[in-house]
């Protein structure tokens, strides 16, 4: 199991940018896929976007593609999630992600996934 701590979450404005970080421990982290889902209230948690083990293959969720990057710093065991134009309907806790395998295809799918964050809070006022 891969532990995972999520940061960078906050209040922000409507156009405005984000960026969060999600730390993993554990001695797999180069080796894995990992992802961010989002949760917002009353909503089920939604894919938001996907790295392979190497950071040369990603995946977006359609409603953030152009808006959002993910990054990861295999050094650093750390993956990123940079938000940009961000818009009130973003507003969720999101959650960081680590898969077994080293890469995640469609579909984009929770069960695809083993080990997960406590999520950060992202608000964005309208």
């Known amino acids: 199991q891969v532990q995972l701590v999520e940061s960078g979450g906050g209040l922000v404005q409507a156009g405005g940018s984000l960026r969060l970080s999600c730390r993993a421990s554990?001695?797999?982290?180069?080796?894995?896929?990992m992802g961010w889902f989002r949760q917002a209230p009353g909503k089920e948690r939604e894919f938001v976007a996907t790295?392979?083990?190497?950071?040369?293959?990603?995946y977006y969720a359609d409603s953030v593609k152009g808006r959002f990057t993910i990054s990861r710093d295999n050094a650093k065991n750390t993956v990123y999630l940079q938000m940009n134009s961000l818009k009130h309907e973003d507003t969720a806790v999101y959650y960081c992600?680590?898969?077994?395998?080293?890469?995640?295809?469609?579909?984009?799918?929770?069960?695809?996934?083993?080990?997960w964050g406590q999520g950060t809070q992202v608000t964005v006022s309208s």
């Open positions: 992600t680590a898969a077994v395998a080293a890469a995640v295809g469609p579909p984009l799918v929770a069960e695809n996934f083993a080990s």
């Open positions: 790295i392979n083990w190497s950071g040369g293959s990603t």
């Open positions: 554990g001695r797999t982290f180069s080796s894995s896929a």
